[in-house]
């Protein structure tokens, strides 16, 4: 079944293991959450352990996992530990250097010092496993020709991009739209007659 992902989650349980958390949209229209664990195994290929539910039973599935911990938690065999190693995110724009990272530069630079990628990256905010929000961005600026072009973009367009949701088009799209009101009232002030002298 292909399906689009619209947002990601993962991180590693040990150097050998990874958990992934994929939101996605199936070509019906419907959505699920998919749960991953990938395993590499001694010669070198991934084991690789699913598990879906759709969107509509969230709620139970919460309160299924929320009950099973609370009572877990009460019996003898089972103690909680703490990690014995820092998570730390291996993909993604937050394993970039501080310096490299878009909002980090923004607060450093200021937001003029940032390209149109990097912009409209903090627009979406994530990218996918396979490619990060300012290669995202990258590539909807290169198929759009530009700001210009992306300014023209509608909802459907904008969602044949892999990652890209129904909250990361609505991001760009307000955006937009603020910047044509602001321009709209910039050249309306323009247009009006100077006050005449009393």
């Not at 969602?159 to 890209?164: I, V």
Request: proline content about 8%; some cysteine; overall charge positive.
């Amino acid at each position: 079944m292909k399906s689009n992902i619209m947002y990601s989650e993962e991180f590693p349980s040990g150097p050998m293991r990874h958990y992934f958390f994929d939101y996605k949209q199936g070509p019906l229209g419907h959505r699920f959450m998919q749960i991953t664990c990938s395993e590499k195994q001694p010669d070198g290929t991934y084991a690789r352990n699913r598990v879906v539910f759709f969107e509509r039973d969230l709620p139970m599935v919460v309160q299924a996992l929320s009950s099973l911990c609370h009572h877990a938690g009460h019996l003898k065999f089972f103690v909680p530990k703490e990690a014995p190693f820092e998570v730390k995110r291996e993909k993604g724009i937050p394993s970039w250097e501080p310096d490299m990272r878009p909002r980090k530069r923004m607060l450093a630079h200021g937001p003029s010092a940032l390209s149109d990628a990097e912009l409209v990256a903090i627009l979406i905010g994530s990218g996918t496993p396979k490619e990060t929000a300012v290669a995202l961005a990258a590539r909807m600026l290169h198929a759009f020709g530009g700001l210009k072009g992306l300014a023209g973009a509608s909802y459907k367009r904008l969602g044949r991009f892999t990652g890209m949701g129904l909250a990361k088009c609505s991001a760009i799209l307000s955006a937009i739209e603020i910047a044509v009101r602001l321009f709209s009232d910039t050249a309306k002030l323009k247009l009006l007659p100077p006050p005449s002298d009393p």
